[in-house]
């Protein structure tokens, strides 16, 4: 269970550092050209993998809709947006409010998989929302920036794929649907990288092509895989808290690499949120009995 651990803190020290070289790509990138260059070897490298280990690439007609959906919103929209706040955002306040997703999620699951709203995970939520309020409101005096209102974008858009996700039900191979969700999004920003540029220059500098490159596969390649497989091996509720150690990992490599100062208003807030979306998923998953439900959508 040790090793499970270490590889679990691994992948979020490796993710919560996305949010500092994704700043650093969007500075020689632009984010419609950039989305697309990682999903295109984020697709090699799976596709890489699938041949190496000699997989099934198939999937039922019946989940071709949620899978292509999966692809639009959760792969898509999500990686552009990300990258387009990333353009003006500052990437530890950006990190903090990604951190609001396992209360998103939560909340999205009462609407959609019909599941019921407790009081913690109103409290919790409520809790984790004060906090993201408190940097931006405190830190930033209430100025809501083009790239803040992306990055929540980035955020309500990977809720809403987890919860995708959740609807198809569980399955003994996740790689497929996270295969063809890639496949389908690379395929849904090819428009856009046309419409966007009438001529497409790709002369960058070997650096930038190597953090291209890298980030990509470690990032959403290996570390997803790597995930996933150790999922098996924890609880859920576990490998939860190791993802709110994100915002954390990106303040201490911004400071490292930026030389970014973390400011006692973001550790503040990051506390409110890691104590919300604490109170509000510890034990998710599990049956509510003992708890207050406020509210269930009639089926």
Not at 133 to 148: K, W
Request: proline share 2%; with cysteine.
């Amino acid at each position: 269970m040790t090793r499970t651990y270490i590889l679990l803190f691994i992948c979020v020290v490796v993710w919560g550092s996305n949010f500092i070289f994704g700043a650093i790509l969007v500075n020689t990138f632009h984010p419609v050209l950039l989305t697309t260059l990682r999903l295109l070897f984020i697709n090699l490298f799976f596709l890489a993998y699938a041949i190496m280990c000699k997989k099934d690439l198939y999937i039922e007609k019946n989940e071709m809709k949620s899978v292509l959906l999966i692809g639009v919103i959760g792969v898509a929209i999500n990686q552009w947006s990300f990258y387009e706040g990333l353009q003006t955002a500052d990437p530890t306040t950006a990190a903090l409010i990604l951190a609001l997703t396992p209360v998103m999620t939560s909340i999205l699951a009462v609407f959609i998989l019909n599941e019921p709203l407790t009081a913690k995970l109103v409290i919790g939520g409520g809790i984790a929302t004060f906090g993201v309020f408190f940097v931006i409101g405190v830190g930033q005096r209430f100025v809501f920036s083009e790239g803040l209102i992306w990055i929540f974008i980035t955020m309500l858009s990977f809720s809403l794929s987890i919860v995708l996700i959740r609807k198809l039900g569980n399955r003994d191979d996740m790689f497929l649907i996270t295969f063809f969700s890639s496949i389908f999004g690379f395929l849904i920003m090819l428009p856009f990288l046309t419409f966007t540029f009438s001529h497409i220059t790709l002369k960058y500098s070997i650096e930038s092509w190597s953090l291209l490159i890298v980030t990509a596969i470690l990032m959403h390649g290996i570390c997803t895989l790597v995930w996933n497989n150790q999922l098996r091996k924890a609880q859920a509720s576990t490998a939860a808290m190791f993802l709110n150690l994100e915002p954390f990992v990106t303040m201490v490599v911004g400071y490292i690499i930026l030389q970014k100062s973390v400011t006692a208003i973001q550790i503040i807030g990051a506390v409110f949120i890691v104590c919300g979306v604490y109170i509000a998923t510890f034990g998710y998953g599990k049956k509510s009995r003992g708890q207050k439900v406020l509210f269930r959508k009639a089926t």
